[in-house]
């Protein structure tokens, strides 16, 4: 059975830093384009970051919102989420996605057909 599972996040005060592990189970993620999404309480999940297999230098994406505060980075069968300078709107549940494809597609930011498997989510409250 493939799987992806999700670790870190928790309780953070605004303008600290925490860091989102996605590992797979069962199969590489080495070789599929990953992709973070989160879900705020009563809004639709939305895209975060994106970012390519490994081979050849990985490219990224990142939602307007995050851009300059958090980073996309992957290691052998994992794909972090460096959240720096959190903001009370980060509070959310985070997943992360396995695309079908190599390559982050145009839309990477929606969800679709294009992820298939995902992660059962991990809770980040930004919280004073």
């Known amino acids: 059975q493939f799987q992806v599972v999700e670790s870190g996040g928790g309780l953070v005060q605004p303008g600290e830093s925490s860091r989102l592990s996605c590992a797979g189970a069962?199969?590489?993620?080495?070789?599929?384009?990953i992709a973070w999404f989160r879900q705020a309480p009563g809004k639709e999940r939305e895209g975060v970051s994106c970012i390519s297999e490994s081979g050849s230098g990985s490219t990224t994406n990142y939602a307007d919102s995050v851009k300059g505060r958090f980073t996309i980075s992957r290691a052998k069968n994992t794909v972090y989420l460096q959240m720096n300078s959190l903001k009370p709107e980060d509070t959310a549940i985070y997943y992360c996605a396995t695309s079908r494809g190599r390559q982050c597609h145009g839309a990477w930011d929606r969800e679709s057909d294009e992820y298939d498997i995902w992660g059962q989510g991990t809770q980040v409250t930004v919280s004073s």
């Open positions: 069962g199969f590489t993620l080495d070789y599929y384009a």
